[in-house]
T-cell receptor, first 112, second 112 residues
Framework: ELKVEQNPLFLSMQEGKNYTIYCNYS?????LYWYRQDPGKSLESLFVLLSNGAVKQEGRLMASLDTKARLSTLHITAAVHDLSATYFC????????????FGKGTRLSVIA | KAGVTQTPRYLIKTRGQQVTLSCSPI?????VSWYQQTPGQGLQFLFE???????NKGNFPGRFSGRQFSNSRSEMNVSTLELGDSALYLCASSRDAWDEQYFGPGTRLTVT
């Protein structure tokens, strides 16, 4: 059974600081997703990582994938309050025809 | 291009009743997946439909069922509701099996 573990589950950061969220998964995967969820809202796609060594950046967020280590990271640079949300990673075991398996999410709170 | 739509957005039901939730995928998308999100269990896969056929099913009791119509719209049904069925139900669509999933706004179901 595929397991996806995120850590930390809760993160309180000061504005302007950097931090990294980790996503470990237990079996080989072709692709990994990062989503953002605001309270009471749906999932917003942030990044799709499709190969080993993939790195994607959008604004203050950068995601990377190491398929050999079965690890993805979401790095936050110079955090701002607007980044406060819950971040999920999700793993797709095969290229389609399978559900996404989600981590438990990291609840990020950025404080002044 | 219109996104994934779900109706209703909010629903309150009583234990023992049944409920039907609807999902309209993005135009051209043939795959529809359903997920349940609860604080305790996180995001869990319910089932996936492609061209009116259920291809995958998660580990949920038979009270949870679904179907997909020829226009790719999908419904899920929960019979004999239990308090534990209170959750946010998310629908996601993708063009095909190997494509990225796009999530709808969700239906918040409360069972009293």
């Amino acid at each position: 059974e595929l397991k996806v573990e995120q850590n930390p589950l809760f993160l309180s950061m000061q504005e302007g600081k950097n931090y990294t969220i980790y996503c470990n998964y237990s079996t080989t995967s072709d692709r990994l997703y990062w989503y953002r969820q605001d309270p009471g809202k749906s999932l917003e796609s942030l990044f799709v990582l499709l190969s080993n060594g993939a790195v994607k950046q959008e604004g203050r967020l950068m995601a990377s994938l190491d398929t050999k280590a079965r690890l993805s990271t979401l790095h936050i640079t110079a955090a701002v309050h607007d980044l406060s949300a819950t971040y999920f990673c999700a793993v797709d075991i095969w290229a389609g025809n399978t559900p996404l398996v989600f981590g438990k999410g990291t609840r990020l709170s950025v404080i002044a | 291009k219109a996104g994934v739509t779900q109706t209703p957005r909010y629903l309150i039901k009583t234990r023992g009743q049944q409920v039907t939730l609807s999902c309209s995928p993005i135009s051209g998308h043939r795959s529809v997946s359903w997920y349940q999100q609860t604080p305790g269990q996180g995001l869990q896969f319910l089932f996936e439909y492609f061209s009116e056929t259920q291809r995958n099913k998660g580990n949920f009791p038979g009270r949870f069922s679904g179907r997909q119509f020829s226009n790719s719209r999908s419904e899920m049904n929960v019979s004999t509701l239990e308090l534990g069925d209170s959750a946010l139900y998310l629908c996601a669509s993708s063009r095909d099996a190997w494509d990225e999933q796009y999530f709808g706004p969700g239906t918040r179901l409360t069972v009293t």
